[in-house]
């Protein structure tokens, strides 16, 4: 009976410091979490969008944890090539969040939703892919922190940092319309533009600084 206890106490511990520690890197304004945002104020794809990022962290999480982490830490030209799409790709889109905020049109046409489905998921698919900080955080840091578990601990550690992912995105998503009366003044979508592209384009000099170091 004690050792079942312990062990169910184990589990629990590996699981809440994997949740812990996915909460911690996730809970920061980065250009995926800029993205979901705006999707949940403006009412569109957001539970695909969502899950596609949440599905993507736990894809990304468990090969860390299944050893994938070792192998990308030591290959820095994979890293350097994903930076420098990922940095291309982020430009661009501040460009485009910065244009939005400094024309009508634009910002019109995105509060009647015209962003289509297709569009919206490659945009998240990007965002998460080529960001070569979202393969160091999940696969290379949760990785490598997982093998201090080992076998079914290790396996809850795994799930306790995939489950924060869903928490965080799904309530990131949904719980943006809490802010739905703010955003009912166009001045708003203005700040809240400038600011996406403000935090893409930061998050894009990021990456070519790392791969000028």
Not at 31 to 40: P, V
Request: glycine letters at 8%; proline letters at 2%.
């Amino acid at each position: 009976m004690s050792s079942t206890l312990m062990s169910n106490s184990g589990l629990m511990a590996a699981a809440l410091s994997g949740f812990l520690l996915g909460a911690s890197l996730i809970i920061a304004i980065g250009a995926q979490n800029a993205f979901i945002l705006r999707q949940g104020l403006l009412r569109q794809h957001v539970f695909i969008l969502c899950l596609i990022c949440a599905l993507s962290d736990a894809l990304l999480i468990t090969a860390g944890v299944a050893g994938l982490g070792t192998l990308i830490s030591q290959s820095p030209i994979l890293i350097t090539i994903v930076s420098i799409f990922g940095a291309a790709f982020l430009f661009s889109y501040a460009f485009i969040a910065f244009k939005r905020a400094f024309h009508p049109a634009a910002m019109h046409a995105a509060e009647k939703g015209a962003t289509s489905l297709k569009l919206a998921i490659a945009t998240c698919l990007t965002l998460t892919f080529l960001n070569p900080h979202v393969y160091l955080d999940t696969v290379v840091l949760v990785g490598s922190l997982s093998a201090q578990y080992a076998g079914v601990e290790r396996v809850a550690y795994g799930v306790g940092a995939c489950l924060a992912s869903f928490v965080w995105f799904f309530s990131l998503g949904y719980g943006a319309r809490l802010l739905e009366k703010i955003f009912q003044k166009p001045s708003a979508w203005r700040v809240l533009d400038f600011a996406i592209g403000i935090i893409m384009a930061l998050i894009g000099l990021s990456l070519i600084r790392g791969v000028m170091n």
